[in-house]
């Protein structure tokens, strides 16, 4: 009985109990959704019609602080800046990447997104250049420095670019495990305390090249590609001969050369096999990525001007 | 049973009718419809100015700037600045107008966000100094001057924009320019009133104020500003950032009105601005005005020595034509110079004084340096370093002296006898050309100086002067250009 008389009253009260309506207002205004609203410049409609149509690529170079670091001191880039610079990239990344591994390849690897910043990233007595968020965002520093005349500054952004882009590729297929043990016991968290000298006598391309394998797989291909064959071949000749002179050796265990030209055989082996691309030209008259990249990079001021 | 079964019923029935299904709203509309309706506004009143703003800016580092900036549709901007900056383009930044873009956002409040870069955005960039690249801003690198680009938007009272940054909160603010603002900015009056002030301070080298028989030395800046003054035997200073009104800008004028972002208080002292009446300038106190007066030198006590605001004066006749003391400088400097002259045609060129560290005793001392070539050229440089009390009326007592150890001094000392016994002299019982230590001193006469400011007479000089003034023959000072 007084168990019925409980779930009596338990029942009345659900029905009876609080019934608030809470209409969403029909008014109601959610500011920017769906995006800011924005009047193109010619630089918007440029890079619409030359980056988000054909590759879906988002190319911001107007502020957005929440896409940088928000303790650093940073500006936006010139937009004057901003044709010259996307038409480099274009000019010396992806035109030839398409030439060798047809027009799908890049739309389908590419990274999605380009942060232009105008200033370097100061850090504790570093600078930074570029940056990558897995493989989907590439923020590059430093560029109202960038001019059409220096081309040495032209070789460190876009080196910056076919780096990150590595990552995407290996990310994707993974190069082969044989990779890592060809110089095994040089890789080291303080990299930044390698000097260029010592890296070669290791084995490595740069310094940065022996913070880890896949730092070491992407220096090689982004070095070669944007610093040339013949820069390749002259540091992989002063190795070995650093190695074979008994003044220089110093007790150095392993041929740095031979392990150069071993990584060498298996960046290429890599993007022909997985990627179907030729990093050295594969017959004669039929150019490979590199000579591509520097044929884009001699050619520079026709791509920026054009 | 029966009883508990009632309150059971009651406590349900209470539960039941409790909840009130009205809800009465604080504000009319909802969060995202009032922020809209504030951007609308400001929107719109951001580009109904007809001749732009004026922008007063107030960096972390570097003082006010200011900037006129033309709001033109609803995203482009176009700028001026009052400074002449590394700019890409080599534009001038304070005449050439810049197109760049900005936006009102709502991130939780409104916001103004100037999202490309312009003559503003010289101000935040990170690369302070460089070589390679140039200055932009002359602040530490990595920093800057420690300004934004992006604002909150405070309010908008009386068509005035009160602004803080987002990043380094520097806070700024926005009037409309007026016609006659936006005519003469555009022909670089942003800056040109920074030269005009330039050229009033080297007429007037140490603007004072004399408020009621004290003194208070003012220095006037178009970007900050500071009034020092002595307390209780203790310089004090106030500083505050400071700009140059516009509004009364024409292109003949000497100067300007400088206006203060907040009144410079020195203790029951306000000041609100320092007016400029066509010649001069004075500050308005209650009912009393008080002009500016060049006082020739600092009115604060020269604070010069070891650790000190200066710690170096070097004494070139080449550079104080006209403000050495002839006394001095016939009777010790030309002197000295005549004489060494007469061995082997060495010639002194100029000497110089330091407040070091004296390396064996670590007790504060002066060095005094003489620098003389040889006839083929070569130059040396004798030393003399002097042990010194500072006395309780702040005069300085030189006690001792000694040779630094070279062959220079050991060997010009008799040349340049006067030069050196000017601040402490020695008599010996022997002298010894091959070491300082076997020479035997007889006597020593210490001497006494009272340190101050000197009037700089040189023609197209800026230099700051100081002088060791003799206590007991003040016409025999000796003068020269402090630095730090």
């Known amino acids: ?306 | 049973m029966k009883k508990i079964n009632i309150i059971t019923l009651f406590t349900i029935l209470l539960f039941s009718i409790s909840c009130v299904k009205d809800q009465e709203k604080l504000f009319p509309q909802d969060p995202d419809t009032r922020l809209s309706e504030v951007l609308d506004t400001y929107q719109k009143e951001l580009q109904e100015s007809t001749y732009g703003w004026i922008m007063t800016i107030e960096t972390k580092v570097g003082g006010v700037y200011r900037l006129w900036i033309a709001f033109t549709d609803s995203y482009s901007v176009e700028m001026l600045c009052d400074m002449d900056a590394t700019w890409h383009t080599k534009a001038v930044t304070s005449k050439v107008v810049s197109q760049s873009t900005y936006r009102l956002r709502a991130i939780q409040t409104p916001v103004l966000v100037f999202d490309t870069y312009n003559y503003l955005h010289l101000m935040a960039d990170p690369q302070g100094t460089n070589s390679s690249y140039g200055d932009i801003n002359g602040g530490v690198n990595g920093v800057g001057l420690a300004s934004d680009f992006e604002f909150t938007i405070d309010s908008l009272k009386n068509g005035k924009f009160f602004l803080t940054g987002r990043y380094n909160k520097v806070k700024a603010f926005m009037s409309k320019a007026t016609m006659k603002e936006e005519i003469s900015i555009k022909q670089g009056a942003l800056k040109s009133v920074h030269t005009k002030l330039g050229n009033y301070l080297a007429d007037v080298k140490f603007p004072v104020l004399d408020i009621d028989n004290k003194l208070y030395d003012v220095k006037l800046g178009g970007r900050s500003s500071q009034v020092s003054f002595m307390n209780n035997d203790a310089v004090e200073s106030v500083s505050v950032g400071s700009y140059l009104d516009l509004s009364d800008y024409s292109h003949d004028n000497i100067s300007n009105n400088l206006l203060l972002i907040d009144p410079l208080k020195i203790n029951n002292l306000v000041i609100n601005s320092f007016v400029f009446d066509g010649s001069d300038y004075f500050v308005q106190i209650g009912s009393n005005k008080y002009y500016i007066k060049d006082n020739k030198k600092p009115s604060i006590p020269l604070n010069l020595g070891y650790n000190r605001d200066y710690t170096q004066l070097t004494i070139d006749d080449s550079r104080l034509q006209g403000s050495m003391s002839e006394s001095f400088f016939n009777n010790i400097y030309l002197e000295s110079r005549q004489k060494l002259f007469t061995n082997g045609r060495r010639h002194m060129q100029y000497a110089y004084i330091d407040f070091i560290m004296h390396p064996v005793t670590y007790q504060p001392v002066m060095q005094l340096s003489i620098r003389y070539n040889n006839s083929s050229g070569s130059v040396f440089i004798a030393r003399w370093r002097y042990k010194y009390i500072i006395n309780e009326d702040k005069s300085i007592t030189f006690l001792e002296r000694e040779q630094t150890g070279s062959s220079n001094e050991r060997l010009q000392e008799q040349y340049l006898k006067s030069f050196v016994d000017y601040f402490c002299e020695l008599e010996y019982q022997s002298y010894s050309t091959s070491s300082w230590n076997n020479t035997i001193i007889s006597n020593t006469i210490p001497k006494t100086f009272i340190i101050d400011w000197v009037q700089n007479n040189t023609q197209g000089s800026i230099d700051m002067l100081g002088a060791f003034i003799p206590i007991n023959n003040k016409n025999n000072y000796c003068v020269g250009i402090l630095a730090k």
């Open chain 1, 1 to 306: 009985m007084k168990k019925i008389f409980i779930l009596t009253s338990l029942i009345i009260m659900l029905f009876t109990s609080c019934t608030k309506e809470d209409k969403i207002p029909s008014n109601t205004q959610f500011l920017n959704l769906g995006g800011e609203p924005y009047t193109d410049s010619q630089t918007d409609v440029w890079l619409y019609d030359n980056y988000v149509v054909p590759y879906n690529m988002e190319v911001k170079y107007k502020w957005d602080q929440f896409e940088l670091a928000l303790n650093r001191t940073l500006v936006p880039v010139y937009e004057s800046l901003v044709i010259p610079i996307m038409k480099t990239i274009k000019g010396t990344w992806i035109e030839p990447y398409e030439q060798v591994a047809g027009s799908t390849f890049i739309k389908k690897m590419s990274p999605k997104k380009f942060i232009l910043v105008g200033s370097p990233q100061y850090n504790n007595g570093t600078i930074t250049l570029g940056e990558a968020e897995g493989g989907r965002k590439i923020v590059m520093y430093r560029l109202n420095w960038f001019s059409v005349n220096d081309i040495t500054l032209i070789r460190r952004i876009m080196k910056t670019v076919h780096h990150e882009f590595g990552h995407t590729m290996h990310q994707t297929v993974m190069y082969p495990e044989e990779y890592m043990y060809i110089t095994p016991q040089a890789y080291t968290s303080s990299w930044n305390n390698v000097s260029d000298m010592d890296a070669m006598k290791l084995g490595f391309i740069s310094s940065y090249a022996t913070a880890s394998p896949d730092e070491d797989f992407v220096e090689m291909l982004s070095i070669i590609v944007v610093y040339g064959k013949e820069a390749f071949d002259n540091r992989v000749q002063e190795a070995t001969r650093i190695y074979n002179d008994p003044e220089l050796n110093g007790g150095m265990k392993y041929d740095p050369g031979a392990a150069l030209r071993q990584k060498e055989a298996i960046l290429i082996a890599y993007l022909k096999q997985v990627w179907n691309v030729d990093l050295y030209d594969p017959s004669p008259g039929v150019k490979g990525l590199v000579s591509l990249v520097q044929d884009a990079l001699n050619n520079i001021e026709e791509i920026v001007n054009k």
